[in-house]
């Protein structure tokens, strides 16, 4: 179904998404309704009207919190992104040095990160700078594994073909190779983009003086469940927020070939 707006700005709503507001209206209601009537305390789990009411009473807060979070997760998303691009390409042009680095990058990406993030608090303070690092070492590896496969699943009639014309190394890899990892990066920046926000707040929990993580730590801390909550509602939908930023960027920059819809 599809719904026309205005002459110059048509907003669609197809059924999917028809489909995912009446789910979550419903799961809402559903939790509303459990709460009214076997009288939770708000202490163990609060209603929704009540995170919401918190939420909006203290916008000013969360949107502080939230701006502080939110850089800490892109920034470390572009490092991790940028690195895992390059060892990537790296290895691409020096097969060689496959096996120490991907050895490398699977130990770190078998390291928790969890137990680590003290250390880097331990070391780098309170400030954005450990929380930068541990996003970026959380999304790099998916970015690497997935650029990486793409650059090596180049057409092979179309390589020989460049090669039978005496083109270079590099003109193959910018010319075939890399366009043809392009969708493998968006596929893999589905997965790292709401898993910085993660990286960001797991760090936030282990020591920081602001951020989302922070205010999720004092929430928790002092048994107030809407606070909690109500940080939980606003990373869920920056993390769809994110996702959906990357699927657009994908029809643009991948535009020959149909993108999937989670």
Same mark, same amino acid.
């Given at each position: 179904m599809t719904l026309k707006i205005t002459s110059k700005m048509t907003v669609k709503f197809d059924n999917n998404?028809?489909?995912t507001i009446a789910l979550i209206v419903g799961l809402l209601a559903l939790w509303e309704g459990i709460v009214t009537l076997q009288q939770i305390p708000v202490y163990i789990v609060p209603a929704p009207s009540r995170v919401l009411t918190t939420l909006f009473n203290?916008?000013?807060? !969360?949107?502080?919190?939230?701006?502080?979070t939110v850089s800490e997760a892109l920034i470390g998303l572009f490092i991790g992104t940028s =690195?895992? =691009?390059l060892l990537a390409s790296l290895l691409s042009l020096r097969p060689n040095l496959e096996r120490g680095i991907m050895t490398l990058a699977v130990f770190v990406k078998s390291t928790p990160l969890v137990a680590i993030a003290p250390l880097l608090t331990i070391w780098l303070g309170f400030g954005m700078a450990p929380k930068i690092i541990l996003t970026a070492l959380l999304t790099f590896f998916p970015v690497l594994v997935n650029v990486f496969s793409g650059l090596s699943r180049a057409d092979v009639a179309l390589l020989d073909t460049l090669r039978s014309w005496h083109a270079s190394r590099w003109?193959? !890899?910018?010319? =075939?190779?890399m366009p043809g990892a392009l969708p493998y990066l968006f596929a893999a920046l589905k997965? &790292?983009?709401?898993? &910085?926000?993660?990286?960001?707040v797991v760090a936030e929990w282990t020591g920081a003086s602001q951020g989302i993580g922070k205010a999720m730590w004092l929430a928790y801390s002092n048994l107030n469940m809407p606070y909690l909550f109500a940080a939980i509602f606003i990373l869920a939908f920056v993390g769809q927020f994110v996702y959906s930023i990357t699927l657009w960027l994908e029809r643009r920059f991948v535009f020959w070939q149909p993108v999937a819809e989670a």
């Open positions: 998404l028809l489909v203290n916008l000013g807060y !969360f949107a502080d919190a939230l701006l502080v =690195v895992g =691009v003109e193959i !890899f910018w010319h =075939v190779r997965i &790292s983009g709401p898993l &910085s926000l993660i990286g960001a």
